[in-house]
């Protein structure tokens, strides 16, 4: 539980929980020592009322009229005064002073919590031996209530500013922390993403400044290698495309010209021979071997170097690809969206966006089992975006790339692409996405 809370939480807590302890063991020690303080402080006034009322039986023992020597005594005590005379039967009673333990400005519950001992004192006044009354001292605390009352209130207030001070401090000090590692938490997920283009904000203490030169120049290091790796893949495109060219030259110039004179030298053969002797049977199934040997050639030239994008353009290369398809294919309702613009591509791009939507479509025709399609490719916010989707099953669990489409990974990473194969609402995605400056630089010549 402790681990799940925030680093300000975990920081707040000790101290708020500290202060109020401390607030606590204030409260604890002023009930502690506040009574025995009240009472020491009160104990010279207790000897002065002691002395008064021994003085005032001398007087009467020594008194002709005793009783009148008390009246004037007892006339002479101001109403206000702390010690009071209170007869034992008749005359006025001393004025009550329960008031003064609750003066003005102090709680009850701060009165309460001092415990207050009932320090009212009284002393015996007798006249020829008998006891008329008492001398009594009216604690009057309510100055001592209140001075305490007032120190309660400057340790609360002294802590009160010292935890706010306190959570300032460790509030601006944990922000200065917190920032700089949360800025390296993000540069650290935007790596792992790959993103090496935004550098991550140094600040805070020295190490965690450390930690965030450090990061910065491991993703300088990655953006380096991701820039080298994908200038590899590009030139194995290129090589690979090259190749494939060579090669389909070779074939198109050297085997179509066999083909085509094989050909022609077996209709020869098959209109000298006899149209039902044996020699014009083995001349027919001839012709047709030859014809299929040639749509062979045709389709493995196409596979490894589509003549239509140099000669018609990336837009019509693709309708192309796409009329072939629904001939292959005419249980499958296929549509698409297509950007005129795309022609003025070529070179890896122009052959990234064909061979893309060219496996995407096998993979529809072979696997899908699907009865709709949809392709679109268009150019939007400088971005190319190839995205086909069928309504057919699905790819299989933990099969995400077959090997079709993990040559195609390779070739959009080499142009900084990105290539995806989502499932939503039960269909199929193979989404693709190329930024615009890589279409202006693979597209312009040399």
Not at 230 to 238: A, F, I, K, N, W
Not at 308 to 324: A, M
Not at 386 to 399: H, K, L, Y
Not at 407 to 434: F, I, N, P, Q, W
């Amino acid at each position: 539980m402790w681990h799940r809370l925030s680093f300000r939480t975990q920081l707040f807590l000790p101290l708020g929980a500290s202060f109020f302890a401390a607030l606590i063991l204030g409260g604890v020690l002023l009930q502690i020592f506040a009574t025995g303080q009240l009472a020491e402080e009160h104990e010279p006034r207790r000897r002065s009322t002691e002395a008064v009322a021994a003085a005032l039986n001398n007087a009467l023992r020594a008194s002709d009229n005793p009783r009148q020597t008390l009246d004037a005594f007892v006339h002479s005590l101001d109403t206000s005064s702390d010690i009071q005379f209170r007869a034992l039967e008749g005359g006025p009673a001393p004025p009550p002073k329960d008031d003064l333990r609750r003066p003005h400005g102090v709680p009850q519950w701060f009165v309460d919590l001092l415990a207050v001992p009932d320090m009212d004192m009284a002393f015996p006044v007798t006249i020829d031996g008998r006891r008329v009354g008492d001398i009594v001292f009216l604690q009057d605390m309510s100055a001592d209530l209140f001075e305490k009352w007032i120190g309660f209130l400057a340790l609360a207030s002294l802590l009160v500013a010292l935890m706010v001070l306190t959570g300032t401090i460790a509030h601006v000090l944990s922000g200065s922390v917190l920032r700089p590692l949360q800025h390296l938490g993000e540069g650290l997920t935007r790596i792992r993403q790959g993103d090496y283009t935004r550098p991550i904000p140094v600040g805070g203490p020295p190490e965690i400044r450390q930690g965030c030169e450090e990061a910065n120049a491991l993703a300088a290091t990655l953006a380096q290698l991701s820039q080298d790796n994908r200038d590899l893949m590009h030139r194995l495109v290129s090589l690979q495309d090259d190749e494939r060219r060579d090669l389909a030259r070779e074939l198109h110039d050297e085997l179509g010209p066999l083909l085509f004179s094989i050909r022609a030298g077996t209709i020869a053969l098959t209109e000298a021979s006899e149209p039902m002797g044996q020699l014009g049977k083995s001349a027919h199934d001839l012709l047709q071997s030859v014809e299929a040997l040639q749509q062979t050639n045709r389709r493995i030239l196409d596979q490894l170097r589509p003549l239509y994008i140099e000669e018609l353009g990336l837009s019509s290369s693709v309708q192309t690809l796409l009329r072939n398809f629904r001939k292959q294919a005419p249980h499958i309702v296929l549509t698409d969206t297509i950007d005129p613009d795309l022609s003025g591509m070529g070179g890896p791009l122009a052959q990234t966006v064909y061979r893309v939507i060219q496996e995407a479509l096998t993979n529809v025709l072979r696997h899908a089992n699907a009865g709709s399609a949809h392709v679109q490719a268009t150019v939007a916010d400088k971005t190319l975006v190839i995205e086909i989707s069928d309504d057919g099953g699905g790819f299989p669990a933990g099969n995400v790339f077959g090997r079709g489409l993990t040559g195609m990974h390779e070739r959009v990473r080499a142009l900084s692409g990105s290539l995806s194969l989502l499932r939503v609402d039960e269909r199929t995605y193979v989404r693709c996405r190329l930024p615009a400056q890589t279409m202006r630089d693979v597209s312009s010549p040399g």
